[in-house]
């Protein structure tokens, strides 16, 4: 049977449109997709938007509309824009959906069954930007860290809880014992924190609100917005809807989530599905954020955003897939600026990846029609080198995707894009060509075109689009979909001569043209 992978994004808080700093998660999440589905593994993506915030009832009352009224045409705008990002999911779920009501209710009701749901008062104060009651301590100067622009609402509540106390052994054993389910290091110990200063039970209902999924057995209450969101990753695997499909995909094998999140899906979630007798997610990777130049996250509260499509105006989907991926570790905090952006484009993808293939592919037509010879068994010292450095930047591209450093996975690429174009300088085609060398002269372009055809392949992942122009243009095969799915994988499109034959290339066009823009995005 092919290895499975059920990979997730947390579903994005509501808005009328993403902000590039929320296409980050869903560029990188994409990224592993399309790279699982190349290394052979039948692949499930999950993403979508977390529909039953108060903030939308309130923003609907205010506009004398139905809640409906105004989620179903932002959720259309973010769906119309993660299909121009590429994002491939199979399912953009959304918190509304019928069959995520079901899931949801059923996860209430077995949490009833064990006994680790009690009615009580709650009362503090709550953060409307992350739907979240803050202790004290949370709050900084008053105010919640995240979102410093709002007030905090002092509310008192009688609502239903669920007894996450009863789990920090059993939350202090899954880290003893698997560490890893939370990664990086550095977000898991924050965790560990957490966790060390003692579990409290947490609100699962609210009440006075006729917006969200009814409460089992108490329809004055509505299902909290985090035990429903959480419960998404269970829907879209089939949970309560598709028996066969729910036993195929689940557990998850990864979440991928923003830092800020790490005490629901790395404490909540792993209790709340231990109280309803179902296995844990593999793993819970936490990425960082995209910051400003003077530091600070970038959030709609603040105003400190990039348009995404803006962005794609001015550096194609793929430039902006790509930069957004190189500039910023998936793994922590980055400052980002538009020259940053403007830098890394020309840097990588119109220099020294365009450069390369376009004198490859106008070379190979010119000196020799665009017929290449096969790779073939080399001698010399410095087609020995090109190839080492070929073989060098697969093995490190695998082994940072396998860790989901995504920039240290594009740097290794590129790297072999640097050593190629040394190549090319070292041999100078052109010269041997003047000087009659014509065997030589298809050894060389050979050597470059097959470093070119590994490129395409291990960007097709972070530049889908731009990957299959590059081989295009080679005449290489692309065995698999617009998706990454089908067709031969990395072990037999990535190891040197694995084109099989020698390629014709096509006409040479600019895939990634230089920006001169100084405008900020």
């Not at 002092?154 to 920090?168: M, P, V």
């Not at 429903?228 to 829907?235: P, V």
């Not at 992942?461 to 990454?484: E, K």
């Amino acid at each position: 049977m092919t290895e499975r992978f059920y990979l997730t994004t947390a579903i994005f808080y509501p808005s009328e449109r993403p902000a590039l700093h929320s296409m980050f998660e869903a560029i990188g999440a994409d990224a592993i997709a399309r790279y699982a589905r190349l290394s052979g593994r039948e692949t499930r993506f999950l993403t979508g938007m977390d529909e039953h915030s108060a903030n939308v009832e309130r923003d609907a009352r205010e506009r004398g509309i139905d809640p409906h009224e105004l989620i179903d045409p932002w959720a259309a705008t973010w769906q119309a824009t993660f299909a121009r990002f590429g994002i491939s999911a199979d399912r953009f779920i959304r918190t509304t959906d019928p069959d995520h009501a079901a899931a949801s209710v059923e996860m209430v009701r077995r949490a009833q069954a064990a006994g680790d749901v009690y009615e009580g008062t709650y009362s503090g104060w709550y953060c409307t930007g992350c739907n979240e009651f803050k202790t004290d301590q949370q709050l900084v100067k008053g105010r919640c860290p995240d979102h410093p622009t709002l007030d905090p609402q002092w509310l008192e509540e009688n609502n239903y809880f669920f007894r996450l106390s009863a789990y920090q052994e059993r939350l202090e054993r899954l880290y003893a014992d698997n560490p890893s389910f939370c990664e990086p290091e550095h977000f898991r110990n924050e965790v560990l924190g957490w966790l060390r200063d003692g579990l409290r039970d947490f609100s699962i209902s609210r009440s006075g609100t006729t917006w969200g999924i009814p409460f089992p057995g108490d329809d004055r209450h509505r299902i909290y917005v985090w035990f429903d969101a959480l419960t998404n990753y269970l829907t879209g695997a089939g949970f309560m809807s598709d028996e066969a499909a729910f036993e195929r995909w689940w557990p998850a094998d990864l979440h991928v989530i923003g830092k800020n999140i790490t005490r629901f899906h790395c404490l909540y979630w792993p209790a709340m599905l231990m109280s309803a007798g179902l296995p844990l997610p593999k793993q819970v990777f936490a990425h960082g954020f995209m910051l400003d130049r003077g530091g600070q996250r970038m959030s709609k509260t603040t105003g400190n955003t990039h348009d995404p499509d803006a962005a794609a105006d001015t550096f194609g989907v793929d430039g902006v897939r790509y930069v957004v991926l190189r500039e910023v570790p998936f793994d922590r905090d980055a400052d980002v600026t538009y020259d940053g952006f403007v830098r890394r484009y020309n840097a990588d993808l119109a220099n020294d990846l365009g450069n390369l293939v376009n004198r490859t592919v106008s070379m190979s037509r010119r000196y020799l029609d665009g017929q290449l010879p096969p790779v073939t068994d080399a001698t010399e010292a410095a087609d020995l080198e090109v190839r080492a450095a070929a073989e060098r930047a697969v093995a490190a591209y695998h082994a940072a995707m396998e860790q989901r450093h995504l920039d240290e996975a594009l740097a290794a690429a590129m790297g072999l894009a640097g050593t190629a174009n040394g190549y090319a300088e070292s041999q100078a085609p052109w010269s041997l060509n003047k000087a009659g060398e014509t065997a030589r002269v298809g050894q060389v372009l050979a050597a470059m075109a097959e470093a070119c055809r590994i490129l395409g392949h291990l960007l097709a992942p972070f530049a889908p689009t731009g990957a299959r122009a590059i081989l295009d243009q080679l005449g290489a095969d692309v065995p698999y979909d617009d998706r990454g799915a089908g067709g031969p994988g990395f072990d037999e499109l990535l190891p040197w001569g694995g084109a099989g034959r020698g390629l014709v290339t096509g006409t040479p066009s600019p895939i990634f043209p230089r920006i001169e823009l100084e405008a900020p995005v």
